[in-house]
DNA sequence: GTACAGATTCCGGTTACTGGAAGGTCAAGA
DNA sequence: TCTTGACCTTCCAGTAACCGGAATCTGTAC
């Protein structure tokens, strides 16, 4: 099948399928005698576990790792299992960082009137810096 | 005083101070006779305004808005509070995305025994997709 | 044959920096 | 005054993960 139906049948768009295989992520696809790529089932199946990964927060990297492992049979799974814990790990403390901006954020907001005058606390702790910053 | 001692009183890198003027997010900086640039007190607190902008998750464009609302006297406390409203959407919906991720990667995880042995259902999600995916 | 959808490659852009090379300036110490 | 090392300058390309668009070719239905 050509790249298009790859597309849809894996969820990835065409430009990201191309470009995984320009950056060596996925192997170099047959051509059609007319020069279109050329895919198949298995093709598709790889295709799809990498919207997975990517959908699962894996960089590209760890992609790269991820489908390495899926294709060796002597793999162990600790390896699966430490980049698993490791992207739980950046996404817990990237969830703390979130949560601490929608805190302050939340708290400048409340306290801004919000109307046609111009006093606002949110501009004046920008360029002051509130009590966490003292 | 120069760029190193701003950076400093900022908080922001030298590197990233020089990018901001060329991306004209700050006006260019006074020179010393010997071409190095020199910042007073104010930039520094204009610096140190969008250290505090940026480590808030506003883009340079919203810095951009920022800076002009707060240097307009005229400003209506709404428009700024409009932007730390919008901020606060975006936040929260990067944090529902990051705990979804963080929730399937936490059960695929725990799943798996992580020794010596290859199965692993994480590869396995990967590769076949799981219940949330048929 | 015609027309249109889909494919190709190439190139530059997005966002927010940032490293490094090559070379100049400054200030303290000898 | 000279030396040395820290700091500064500009320029350029790279990071990560795409992605839009231009120019051109291919394939299929009518």
Redesign the interface.
Known sequence: MNIGSAAEQSGLPPKTIRYYEEIGLIPAAGRTQGGYRDYDGTDV?IL??LR??R???FSVAECRE?LS??R???????D??????Q??ED??R??VE??S??R???H??DH?????????P??D???F?GTN?S
Request: glycine content about 8%; overall charge positive.
């Open positions: 199946e799809r576990f997975r990964a959908g699962l927060g991820l492992l899926y060796d049979r002597e793999r162990a799974s600790a699966v299992k430490a980049l698993a814990l992207r739980i996404i817990e990237k969830i979130l949560e901006m929608r302050t954020l939340r400048l907001a801004c009137r919000g109307d046609e005058r111009p006093n606002c949110i501009l702790d920008l360029a810096g910053e």
